[in-house]
C-alpha cells in the first residue's frame, strides 16, 4: 500500500521536474526558430553583382567578352544555411511557357549545384548570359542541364521571366519570379527585377 504522505512529499518534485522539462523544450524551440536562417532572393538593376559584364578567354586563347545575369540568394537570418540549391520551375519566353522541367543552377565561378551561406552572408548564381565574339552576340541559358526541347528553342531578344525556387536543409524554402530584357545587342541586357512566384 502506498503511503499518502510519501506521495505528497513527491509531488511538488515531480511536478517542477515536469515543469522544467517543458520550459527547457520551449526554449529549445524558441531559440531554434530565432536562430534560424533566413533566406531570400535578390535581384534587382541596382543591386551590384547582379549584371556584370566580364572578359573571357576561349579555348584558343581568344578574348571574348561576356554579359550576366546573376541571382544572389542571401541568408537574412542568424546561424549559416546549409546545402542550399537553385533551380528553376519555369521560363517565360518569347515563344511561350517552358515549365516541363526543373533546372538546375550552379553558383557563379565555383559552379557548385549545393553551397553554404553563412549568417549575413550571400552568393551568386548564373542565369542567362551573352557572349560577344567576332563573330556577333550569342545568348544563353545557365543550367547545369538544358534539355533537348529546350536547346531546338532560339533565344530571340524579349523579356524574360524565371521562377526562381530556393531550398535548403534547415530553413524554409523561397520562390520568387524573376524578370530581365534583351533588346538584342551586348549592351541590351537589363534586369526588371522580380515579384512573388504564382503557384
Known sequence: ???????????PYLSGGLAGSILALVGQRIYAWWSAPELAIDFHEDYRGCRVQTPAQ???GQEVQQHYIRIKIRNRG?????NVSVVVTGLGLRT?????EVLDLQTSLSSKLTF????????????????????GVAASFDFVQTPWRLQRIAVEPHEFTARIFVSADNAASVS???VWKWDGGFDGLRIDGSRPARD
Not at 1 to 11: F, L, N, S
Not at 123 to 128: E, P, T, Y
Open 1 to 11: 500500500m502506498v503511503d499518502c504522505g510519501t506521495i505528497k512529499e513527491w509531488t
Open 116 to 135: 553554404d551561406v553563412g549568417r549575413r552572408g550571400y552568393r551568386f548564381v548564373d542565369l542567362f548570359h551573352l557572349l560577344q565574339s567576332p563573330a
Open 96 to 100: 511561350g511557357e517552358f515549365e516541363d
Open 78 to 82: 542568424r546561424s549559416t544555411a546549409k
Open 176 to 178: 520568387r519570379e524573376v
Open 58 to 60: 576561349t579555348g584558343n
